[in-house]
């Protein structure tokens, strides 16, 4: 069936730094890709999506790029503010609901 | 748009009493709504879908007879939480499908402890 691998955390950055977070999935089919995002004692926000190989996704600086080569989807971000701190998900749909993977929390220290 | 709403946002609750959990889709509408649980720094349990009009569908493992879906409505959904009890303390998200998208959005969230 369909999963979805991400890299585990937590991870903590001092403002500025760069961000990735690897993701990989296995799915049939040709699955849209998603990225979540969580902050403390929320529901989840869209972040970004990318539904066909070699779209890009982005939004907010966060950008993300689908690999069909490679069956990954990274989340990526040039320079993270403390305001990024929140949990990470990524997520692939084909023909069933979302499939999450475990998230990763992020933080990001001033 | 595509905005997502949870009532209540937390409710805390006798053990035996049920508990009723609404999510509304505000400025779309909704064929499908679904139901995940999430335990502290964990992932999202898918428990049910929810189609407008008929029967929820439950994942494995989720008991249909202790969380009661109903969704009358191309914008509501409910979840009842019959005869709660501690264990079932959690924190309960829903999601709508945005009907002809891909993309799901969800709620904020309801936070339920049951003492």
């Known amino acids: 069936g369909n999963s979805v691998t991400q890299m585990e955390g937590p991870v903590t950055l001092s403002e500025e730094a760069f961000l990735t977070i690897n993701c990989t999935y296995t799915a049939t089919g040709y699955p849209s890709l998603f990225w979540y995002v969580q902050y403390p004692g929320e529901g989840l926000q869209l972040l970004l999506k990318a539904t066909k190989a070699d779209d890009k996704g982005s939004n907010k600086g966060f950008e993300a790029t689908y690999r069909k080569e490679t069956t990954s989807f990274h989340l990526e971000k040039g320079s993270v503010q403390v305001s990024d701190s929140a949990v990470y998900f990524c997520a692939l749909r084909g023909n069933t609901p979302l499939v999450f993977g475990k998230g990763t929390r992020l933080s990001v220290i001033a | 748009g595509a905005v997502v709403s949870q009532h209540p946002s937390w409710v805390i609750c006798k053990s035996g009493t049920s508990v009723k959990i609404e999510c509304r889709s505000l400025?779309?509408?909704?064929?499908?709504m679904f139901w995940y649980r999430q335990f502290p720094k964990q992932s999202l349990m898918l428990m049910a879908t929810s189609n407008e009009g008929s029967k929820a569908t439950y994942e494995q493992g989720v008991e249909k007879d202790k969380f009661l879906i109903n969704h009358a409505s191309l914008t509501l959904s409910t979840l009842t939480v019959t005869s709660a009890h501690p264990e079932d303390s959690s924190f309960y998200i829903c999601?709508?499908?945005?009907?002809?998208?891909?993309?799901?959005?969800f709620g904020p969230g309801t936070r339920l402890t049951v003492l």
């Open positions: 400025d779309f509408q909704a064929t499908t």
């Open positions: 999601s709508a499908d945005h009907t002809g998208t891909d993309t799901q959005y």
